[in-house]
Every structure is written in structure tokens, then in C-alpha cells.
Nanobody, 124 residues
Framework: QGQLVESGGGLVQAGGSLRLSCTAS????????TGWFRQAPGREREFVAG????????YYEDSVKGRFTISKDNAKNTVYLQMNSLKPEDTAVYYCASRLHYGALSNIARYEYWGQGTQVTVSS
């Protein structure tokens, strides 16, 4: 799988948008799927969105449905997270991760490869 590298984080006002990117630096994404997770200070890391590589099935955490969109570009070995209508409670470090085997995309324990994270800060 190689290294996963996130980019696109930053500071944005509430109601604004950001697009995060996750690129596999050495090899193409393989296996079952890729997910985005986030971790706010003092909180556990939580699932945000995931996408499968075989059929582009997507799954979202309830609080981001209708606001966030996960997608992928196979040719660029990149997975995106488009975040619209951002809220202060979306503030966190966002991580992408990849998993090899079939299972629930939201199951954080089954992801084998992780990026270093990118900070997203939403001001009120």
C-alpha cells in the first residue's frame, strides 16, 4: 500500500467548504476500501466516511450526511473528502486510512494503513 498522505486541511469559517485529498504515495490503493476518520481534542478517533474500491459504495456517519462527499480518482490514486456547510464541531484532525479486507467501512479497528492527518479548523 505504501504511505498515505493527506492534504487540504486548513482554517475556514462556519458554512464554508474544504476538500481533503488522500494520495497513495507508492502504490495504487488496493484491497477493500478507504475511509476518512477524525479526532478532536480529548475525543476518540471516529469514522466520517468510507468508499469501496470495487464498486464505489459509500457510507457516511450520520452527522455528515448531506454535507460531506467521499469520492475517488483511480488514475490519480487519490481519495477525496468534499466538506460543505462546515460547522465548528467538525474541527478535528482528519485521517485517511485503507483496509484490505471486506467488512464494515466504519470499523476503525480493521484499517491497516493510516496517513499522518491534516488539521481542519472551523471558526464560528
Amino acid at each position: 500500500q505504501g504511505q498515505l498522505v493527506e492534504s487540504g486541511g486548513g482554517l475556514v469559517q462556519a458554512g464554508g467548504s474544504l476538500r481533503l485529498s488522500c494520495t497513495a504515495s507508492e502504490r495504487t490503493f488496493t484491497g477493500y476500501g478507504t475511509g476518512w476518520f477524525r479526532q478532536a481534542p480529548g475525543r476518540e478517533r471516529e469514522f466520517v466516511a468510507g468508499i469501496t474500491w470495487s464498486d464505489d459504495y459509500t457510507y457516511y456517519e450520520d452527522s455528515v450526511k448531506g454535507r460531506f462527499t467521499i469520492s475517488k480518482d483511480n488514475a490519480k490514486n487519490t481519495v477525496y473528502l468534499q466538506m460543505n456547510s462546515l460547522k465548528p464541531e467538525d474541527t478535528a484532525v482528519y485521517y485517511c486510512a485503507s483496509r484490505l479486507h471486506y467488512g464494515a467501512l466504519s470499523n476503525i479497528a480493521r484499517y491497516e494503513y493510516w496517513g499522518q492527518g491534516t488539521q481542519v479548523t472551523v471558526s464560528s
